[in-house]
């Protein structure tokens, strides 16, 4: 699986669980899609952040540590994140 397969189920993800448009979002901002902040640009909390993990994890068959989701501040954080563990992991 490529970033950008990643990157469009992570989307996903956060459409489901955070009910936002990611696209509308980086269009609305004028940002890349990768440097938008889960709190600031999407207005994620601390529980919308444990549910976005748990749809994470079960998505892509990871384990993210809560030591390392305080790290993950930014769809591009998770994107390599996500491939950087699927990697090792396959």
């Known amino acids: 699986m490529d970033n950008q397969e990643i990157q469009n189920q992570v989307f996903a993800i956060i459409s489901e669980k955070l009910d936002k448009k990611v696209?509308?979002?980086?269009e609305k901002l004028n940002k890349n899609v990768s440097e938008i902040s889960l709190m600031n640009d999407l207005g994620a909390d601390s529980l919308?952040?444990?549910?976005?993990?748990?749809?994470?994890?079960?998505?892509?068959?990871?384990?993210?540590?809560?030591?390392?989701?305080?790290?993950?501040?930014?769809?591009?954080?998770?994107?390599?994140?996500?491939?950087?563990?699927?990697?090792?992991?396959?």
């Not at 952040?49 to 748990?54: G, I, K, N, Q, Y």
């Open 23 to 26: 696209s509308e979002i980086s």
């Open 48 to 90: 919308d952040s444990v549910e976005l993990v748990m749809g994470l994890e079960e998505k892509f068959d990871i384990s993210i540590e809560d030591e390392k989701v305080e790290e993950l501040k930014t769809i591009g954080d998770i994107v390599s994140y996500i491939s950087a563990n699927i990697t090792t992991k396959g």
